[in-house]
Each structure stands twice: as C-alpha cells, then as structure tokens.
C-alpha cells in the first residue's frame, strides 16, 4: 500500500475513535476512582453535583436527575442508601411535597474531598511522559470537547 494511503487510513482510524476513546478513558477513570475511594463513580458524581448547589444548598431529587441524566428510580435508590449511610439529608420540598429536596452533609463533603484527594494524588500519574506544553494543550481540548458537546442541539 503507498505510504500516502497509508497515513491517511490511519488519519480516518484516529478520528473515528476518539468517541471511543473519551468512552474508555471515562470507564476506566471511573473504575480506578471507585477502587480507591470505596464509592460508586455514579454516587460520587451525585454528591459532586450536591456540592456544586453551594456546598449544602439543596436539590430536587428530579433536578439531580436530570443534571446527571440518571433515571429517577437509581437517583432515589443512590439517595436513600447514601442517607442511610449520613452522607445526604432528605425531606419533602414544604412547597410542594411531591418533590424531595437532598442536601449534602459535612460527612458527605468529607467523602468528597477524599475522592478529590485521590484524584489530585492520581494527576500526576495521569499525565506521566506529557511535556508541560503538551498537558495545557489536552486540557484545552477537552474543555472545548466538552464545550461542543454541551451545545449540541437536538
């Protein structure tokens, strides 16, 4: 095969992945992040999103739902077992008692924090053998990956 043909296949290859890629690297990053703090990815994103309404200001059940795209049966369930486990509060909204409001408690921010912790130890290793130059150019392609992606329309 010519060496041109050749470089543009694996131009088309290299683009064809990177959906699967980010897919993989999201997979694994949740994994190792679920094996050193001892907390489900999807259940660490919960309380990330909790602590993001103001560090202890509350949220419907339904808006973490849809803030995180989880079905409302494995948000309920996540929140019943992290209440059960002191990491949220829950109560009916007094406005209208259809809804529940969660709120994050300090046991659960330190949680948190240990799972950031581990995420600030684990950059390092992360981006091993990445040139300085290098790491602030992926930083500033993922943000803007994750810029397109929250624009897209429907």
Known sequence: MPRRRR???????EEEIISILLVHLYRDMSRAISQ????????????????????????????LQ??????????????????SGG??????????????????TQTGRRELERAGSFQEKSED???????????LALIRALKRIQWNISHWQD
Request: proline share 1%; no cysteine.
């Open 87 to 104: 990491l949220v509060t829950r109560r009916a909204d007094p406005k209208d008692n259809r809804y529940t409001l969660v709120t994050l």
């Open 7 to 13: 470089r543009k296949e694996e131009e088309d290859d």
């Open 125 to 135: 290793r992360l981006l091993d053998g990445l040139k300085e130059k290098d790491k």
């Open 66 to 83: 849809n803030r995180l795209g989880m079905e409302g049966a494995l948000v309920t369930r996540f929140v019943k077992q992290m209440e």
């Open 36 to 63: 050193q703090t001892g907390t489900s990815f999807s259940r660490w994103l919960l309380l990330h999103e909790l602590f993001h309404e103001g560090g202890g200001g509350e949220i419907s059940q339904s808006d």
